[in-house]
């Protein structure tokens, strides 16, 4: 059920992936070519094409949600438990298929990526309700600049206590807070 107002998934949005079930189970839902647009432009989708598209079984007016929601319960509520519990289960064979197969790849895409820079641009954008710059990220790789590490690539040695693998934009080592390059 929706409102009048749109749908949205925040993964390419916020610069990481919708690897927690969109990624796996839309394209069983809409299909592979409608996936791929929701999910590689992150668009809004309106109620009417959320509909269409099978997105959502029904649209009403927010003010009647709580009596639409109600009345789908009332009939759930209404059905031989057992049967409704197998039926489920049954029904969700591909999607937990389509899960199963592709959840560890999805974790650990996220672990190689989350701290690199663009799923920083993204999320500090979202949470500062800016515009995402990944073009600015680009341009500066173009440039030569790192475009992966917040601090620059990890290519500075502490000449004092020798720690190495420091990120190239500090002036200082953190460990030792000796002055840098």
Not at 3 to 11: F, K, L, P, S, Y
Not at 26 to 44: F, K, N, S, Y
Request: hydrophobic share 35%; proline share 5%.
């Amino acid at each position: 059920m929706a409102d009048h107002a749109t749908i949205r998934q925040v993964g390419t949005m916020v610069g990481s992936v919708a690897a927690g079930g969109a990624t796996q189970w839309l394209p069983i839902m809409v299909g592979d070519r409608r996936a791929r647009e929701i999910l590689l432009t992150d668009e809004p989708i309106d109620a009417k094409t959320a509909l269409d598209w099978g997105l959502v079984n029904q649209v009403v007016p927010y003010a009647q949600l709580d009596d639409a929601v109600q009345k789908l319960a009332d009939k759930l509520t209404d059905k031989f438990p057992e049967c409704t519990r197998y039926t489920k289960t049954q029904v969700n064979f591909w999607k937990d298929l389509a899960w199963n197969q592709t959840v560890r790849h999805a974790q650990d895409w996220l672990s190689l990526h989350f701290a690199s820079l663009e799923p920083y641009e993204g999320m500090t954008a979202f949470v500062e309700k800016r515009p995402k710059n990944y073009r600015g990220l680009r341009e500066k790789a173009a440039r030569g600049e790192s475009s992966e590490f917040l601090f620059g690539p990890y290519s500075q040695t502490c000449p004092q206590c020798g720690t190495k693998g420091l990120p190239s934009e500090f002036k200082f080592c953190g460990k030792c807070g000796a002055k840098l390059g």
